[in-house]
């Protein structure tokens, strides 16, 4: 199975807009469950945002709540996440992950589902 593959990263200024991609093969997009995640050095790996299947639901993360959006076109087999209004703390390795599931959920943001199968990330680092 290839692995999902992040395109969109890069240098943007405090308060741009950056639209990170995701595209899947290898798995059935549609009957997987999504999400975003962030790393920065010495820190954990954190959930930013997650869909479901359907797009029935979503969950993002407090600090990006109102300037993040997830969405999803399963036509495509591609996840996308606009990143509005950014700053300086919203630098990290974005990541995407796909949690193939029968049931349509936001879990591998909660925790309560570990993520199957990760992107190998994109650099996003915003200049203030």
């Known amino acids: 199975q290839l692995p999902p593959v992040e395109s969109g990263g890069g240098l943007v200024q405090a308060g741009g807009s950056v639209r990170l991609s995701c595209t899947v093969s290898g798995l059935r997009f549609d009957g997987a469950n999504m999400g975003w995640f962030r790393q920065t050095p010495g820190k954990e790996r954190e959930g930013v945002s997650c869909?479901?299947?359907?797009?029935?639901?979503?969950h993002y993360t407090d600090s990006v709540k109102g300037r993040f959006t997830i969405s999803r076109d399963n036509a495509k087999n591609t996840l996308y996440l606009q990143m509005d209004d950014l700053k300086a703390e919203d630098s990290a390795i974005y990541y995407c992950?796909?949690?193939?599931?029968?049931?349509?959920?936001?879990?591998?943001?909660?925790?309560?589902?570990?993520?199957?199968?990760w992107g190998q990330g994109t650099q996003v680092t915003v200049s203030s």
């Open positions: 992950a796909a949690d193939p599931s029968a049931f349509g959920s936001v879990a591998i943001c909660l925790g309560t589902r570990t993520v199957s199968h």
């Open positions: 869909i479901s299947k359907t797009s029935q639901t979503t």
